[in-house]
């Protein structure tokens, strides 16, 4: 009984977000999962349009991973630097001169910009999406291809932006005014790397939408469905 539930419920879900296929053995399952918790989704893996889609998302979330495991290392070295300096600051006095102006240009700057492509493709971001269920399916893809054509433009702005200080800062040698004089084009190029990846993940947003407009399949992957847990004792009054 709970087995027949289970599946009525995935197939009313796989319905809701790709309202042109069903789920069978060989385009299921529909949405991976880490931890609980649903993480990204799949398309169905039936046409040409499909697999050529899925492709590019694979190849792309291949760069992102690497960049998100650099954000990582960042984040870690900022840990590290932080307690190192806290310790020699009031143990021995002798604080890291250093520690402030690297941390500030080089690694949270690599913490933001080169996790942002890893995060959009896992839908990572804060979405309102009280009308997503009741929105007709091409109305939702035409928005999606909106809002991600918009943010493709931004981010490519940024960008050029981010290239013509990184040519600039690269011919002069540009450095801070630092105990330390760090260069400063490793920063722009950081911020490059991050923005330049991220507009190709919304830039294959924006064009699987819309295509997926004319076409009775999802061409790209849909935002996850939203993840609920059932209340018992107490909680569920």
Do not use: N
């Given at each position: 009984?709970?087995?027949?539930?289970?599946?009525f419920s995935?197939?009313?879900?796989?319905?809701q977000?790709f309202?042109?296929s069903?789920?069978?053995?060989?385009n299921?399952?529909q949405?991976?999962?880490?931890?609980?918790?649903?993480?990204?989704?799949?398309?169905p893996?039936n046409?040409?349009?499909?697999?050529?889609?899925?492709?590019?998302?694979r190849?792309l979330?291949?760069?992102e991973?690497?960049?998100?495991?650099?954000a990582?290392?960042?984040?870690a070295?900022?840990?590290?630097?932080?307690?190192?300096?806290?310790?020699?600051?009031?143990?021995?006095?002798?604080?890291?001169?250093?520690?402030?102006d690297l941390?500030?240009?080089y690694?949270?700057v690599?913490v933001f910009?080169?996790?942002l492509p890893?995060?959009?493709?896992?839908h990572?971001?804060?979405a309102?999406?009280l009308?997503?269920g009741?929105?007709?399916?091409?109305?939702?893809?035409?928005?999606?291809a909106?809002?991600?054509?918009?943010?493709?433009?931004?981010?490519?702005?940024i960008?050029?932006?981010?290239?013509?200080?990184?040519q600039?800062?690269?011919?002069g040698?540009?450095r801070?005014?630092a105990l330390?004089?760090?260069?400063t084009?490793?920063?722009?190029?950081?911020?490059?790397?991050?923005?330049a990846?991220?507009t190709?993940r919304l830039?294959y947003r924006a064009?699987?939408h819309?295509?997926?407009?004319?076409?009775?399949?999802?061409?790209?992957?849909?935002?996850?469905p939203?993840e609920?847990?059932?209340l018992?004792g107490e909680?569920a009054?």
């Open positions: 009984m709970q087995g027949g539930l289970a599946k995935a197939t009313m879900r796989h319905r977000f309202p042109g069903e789920i069978t053995a060989e299921g399952p949405w991976y999962k880490k931890g609980g918790i649903v993480v990204a989704m799949k398309p893996k046409g040409g349009a499909v697999r050529g889609m899925s492709a590019v998302s190849g979330d291949v760069l991973t690497g960049l998100a495991a650099l990582c290392v960042a984040l070295a900022i840990m590290l630097i932080v307690v190192v300096d806290v310790a020699m600051r009031y143990a021995l006095s002798m604080p890291l001169g250093w520690s402030y941390i500030g240009l690694l949270v690599a910009f080169l996790m890893d995060t959009l493709h896992h990572g971001h804060v309102i999406d009308f997503q009741v929105l007709p399916r091409r109305f939702r893809h035409l928005g999606l909106v809002g991600y054509a918009a943010g493709a433009l931004v981010m490519a702005l960008g050029l932006e981010a290239w013509d200080r990184f600039s800062s690269y011919a040698q540009d801070i005014a330390v004089p760090w260069l084009w490793p920063a722009y190029l950081i911020v490059l790397t991050g923005t990846l991220l190709l830039i064009v699987g819309g295509l997926s407009i004319f076409s009775r399949l999802d061409l790209v992957e849909m935002p996850p939203p609920t847990t059932a018992h909680d009054l």
